[in-house]
């Protein structure tokens, strides 16, 4: 059974950094498109980016484009979202998904098979 469990989660003052991983596992994920999400109080979860396993291509949401870069580590079966310059506004609870699904690379988290518990960031002004 495929598992996700995010971590790196904190309070972190604005213009801060953090650095989430997703540990990825029960799973050959060779082919599987990785993405974070966020949502904050009040509102609906929304697309932050994407990678794909194999190539490494990266998709990201307009308002964390140039501040935030997502990697993967192949051998460690981790996704990385490294957060810079970070805003009050990024304050959400930040989840991992898997799209098992050959060669998609959607922003639509109805699109996405696998979810982990999420973890929070809060940024402070």
């Known amino acids: 059974q495929v598992q996700l469990a995010e971590s790196g989660g904190g309070l972190v003052q604005t213009g801060g950094s953090l650095r989430l991983s997703c540990v990825a596992s029960?799973?050959?994920?060779?082919?599987?498109?990785m993405a974070w999400f966020r949502q904050a109080p009040g509102k609906e979860r929304e697309f932050v980016g994407l990678v794909t396993w194999n190539t490494g291509t990266t998709d990201y949401a307009a308002s964390v484009k140039g501040r935030f870069t997502i990697s993967r580590d192949n051998a460690k079966n981790t996704v990385y979202l490294q957060m810079d310059s970070l805003k009050p506004e990024d304050t959400a609870v930040y989840y991992c998904?898997?799209?098992?699904?050959?060669?998609?690379?959607?922003?639509?988290?109805?699109?996405?098979?696998?979810w982990g518990q999420g973890t929070q960031v809060t940024v402070s002004s």
């Open positions: 998904a898997a799209d098992r699904t050959l060669v998609r690379t959607s922003k639509n988290e109805a699109e996405y098979d696998y």
């Open positions: 029960g799973g050959t994920f060779s082919y599987y498109t």
